[in-house]
Structures are given as structure tokens and as C-alpha cells.
């Protein structure tokens, strides 16, 4: 990748459930012309599909390593009833499209990222996705991550080299660390060494470079992610030799959240982290519907 990895955050509308449904609706609105029916269909199946049960190790749930959950951090998730899970339904949905929309506004307009190429919104490629649900589209490199509280699209303009997989996981700092069963036998021993913040903080730093690595490998939930190793306590960058090859991941620095890129091949070098309101994203999506 002749450029860095570039993060595009978003945090999501702080808004009633009525109204994130009208942020939901003006989002999907605005990407239809970029996105194929299967990105489609992803995208509103995922919002119906994000309070139905997880795999135990995918549960947050701060018991793991946290003896006493009343005084537990994250309000949302904790919330129970119909009200909270249609909350994060929507949330769930619109992250989804704010991502996409973030990934088709910076390649349509790339001169505030200082990228060298430019598309006309018209002649723009539609968003696709391969096999494995990770996204697709012409001349770059791309991923998503959703952390509950914002949205985030990674991209880097893609070369002629052999396809590079790119891929980001975000976390919020927030959020209680997951089952003790994500953790290998070492890194659960180097996890309970720490006091309880630093239980909390290294438990999801390690979680987000597992995420990473394997949405960049494709794996998904399809690999127990405890036998994806995540080097030392504090460590920031590193390589891991999977089932589909070499790949290097790195933690980047990014307020409220855990943020990993990960890469085939190699050690990503550090990304460019961008930040943008729901407003400033849903204008920038509006201005390319004027020219299709």
C-alpha cells in the first residue's frame, strides 16, 4: 500500500429510538445507489439480526474477570426490554450505514484525505462484498468495525500488487471485557497479573487485535479467537501466522476507544485516524446524490 491506512469514525446520533429510525431511513436513502443487493439485503437483515443470541465468547460479560457487575459501566448494555433491544437494533443498522457511507464519500471526494485519484460520484463502483462478507469495491482496499458507540471505516487506495486484505475492530473503553473463553491460557494468566483496570483495558486491547486479525483472514466467528495470539501485556504491534497465512496487525491510539488495523502480509504502518459528526457524513453523502 503505497499510502497508510486511513480510519474514518463517526460517532453515532445521540438521538430517541424515533429518531435514529429517521437518521436510519435518510442513510439508506442516500447509499442506494452504491450499494448492490446483497449490501443491501447486509445491511437491513444485520440491524433485525444484532439482539439475536451470540456465541459465549462474543457475550460481554464482565463476571470473566470482574467479581461485582452492579456497578457495571455501559448503561446500554445494560439495559433490558423491548424499548433497549429496538434501540439497538436501530443503532445496529444505522452504524452499519454510516460506515458504507463513510467509505463512499472519502473515495467520491478524496482531496481532504490527499488521495492522488478521484472518481464522479456517477461513474462510482457499487459496494460488494466476496464470500466472506468482507467489502469490495474497485481500486481500494476497505473494512468496517462498529463499537457500539461509533461507526469506522478503514481504506487505503488498493495497487497492482496481490489483493491486500484490510481490516479494522474497534472497541469502546467502555465496554466490559469479553468471556474468559476468547483468552488463551497465557494471556489469561498475563490478564489476571493486573490490577482490575488494567484487567479491563488489556482484555479488550487484546480482543480488538483478535477481531482485527481475523476479519483481515476472513475467519470471522468461524475460528475459536483464543487461538489467536496477541503478543505481550501493553503490546502494540505484531505479526501472526494463521490458518490463511502471515498477517500483522497494530493498535492505534484513539479517544473513548481500542482501535487495530490489521493487514495480510505485513505490520500495518501506523493509520491516519479522521473523525466526523453523522451531520457532516449525511451532508457529504447528500452532496453526491445531487450529480447521480
Known amino acids: 500500500m503505497p499510502y ?22 435518510a442513510f439508506e436513502a442516500g447509499l442506494e445507489p452504491w450499494l448492490d443487493a ?16 451470540q456465541p459465549a465468547h462474543l457475550q460481554p460479560d464482565a463476571k470473566a474477570f470482574r467479581p461485582d457487575v452492579s456497578g457495571s459501566k455501559m448503561s446500554g448494555q445494560n439495559m433490558s426490554g423491548p424499548d433497549a433491544a429496538g434501540r439497538r437494533t436501530l443503532e445496529a ?3 452499519r450505514l ?6 463512499i464519500t472519502a473515495v467520491a471526494l478524496p482531496t481532504a484525505h490527499g488521495w492522488p485519484q478521484a472518481a464522479e460520484a456517477g461513474a462510482l463502483p457499487i459496494i460488494t462484498m466476496d464470500n ?11 473494512g468496517f468495525s ?9 481504506l487505503a487506495p488498493a495497487t497492482d500488487e496481490t489483493r491486500t486484505a484490510l481490516a479494522v475492530d474497534a472497541e469502546a473503553t467502555t465496554s466490559p471485557p469479553p468471556d474468559a473463553s476468547a483468552f488463551a491460557a497465557n494471556e489469561l494468566t498475563a490478564l489476571r497479573s493486573l490490577s482490575q483496570t488494567g484487567i479491563d483495558r488489556d482484555a479488550l486491547r487484546r480482543w480488538t487485535i483478535k477481531e482485527a486479525l481475523l476479519k483481515a483472514a476472513g475467519l470471522g466467528l468461524g ?11 501493553g503490546q502494540r504491534a505484531g505479526l501472526w501466522r494463521g490458518p490463511l497465512g502471515l498477517f500483522g496487525w497494530r493498535v492505534a491510539p484513539c479517544p473513548g476507544h481500542w482501535l ?13 485516524i479522521l473523525w466526523q459528526t453523522p451531520c457532516e457524513l449525511l451532508r457529504n453523502l447528500a452532496r453526491l446524490r445531487q450529480h447521480v
Open 4 to 25: 497508510p491506512p486511513t480510519i474514518l469514525c463517526a460517532p453515532l446520533p445521540q438521538a430517541a429510538p424515533g429518531q435514529l429510525d429517521i437518521w436510519r431511513r
Open 146 to 154: 462498529h463499537s457500539g458507540a461509533a461507526a469506522f471505516c478503514v
Open 132 to 142: 466472506r462478507t468482507r467489502p469490495l469495491l474497485a481500486g481500494w482496499q476497505s
Open 260 to 272: 487495530c488495523v490489521a493487514q495480510t502480509g505485513k505490520i500495518p504502518p501506523p493509520p491516519r
Open 223 to 233: 475460528m475459536q479467537p483464543a487461538l489467536v495470539p496477541t503478543g505481550g501485556s
Open 98 to 103: 454510516m460506515a458504507r457511507a463513510q467509505l
Open 93 to 95: 443498522a444505522l452504524s
Open 38 to 53: 446483497r449490501q443491501m439485503e447486509h445491511v437491513r437483515r444485520f440491524g433485525r439480526a444484532a439482539t439475536q443470541a
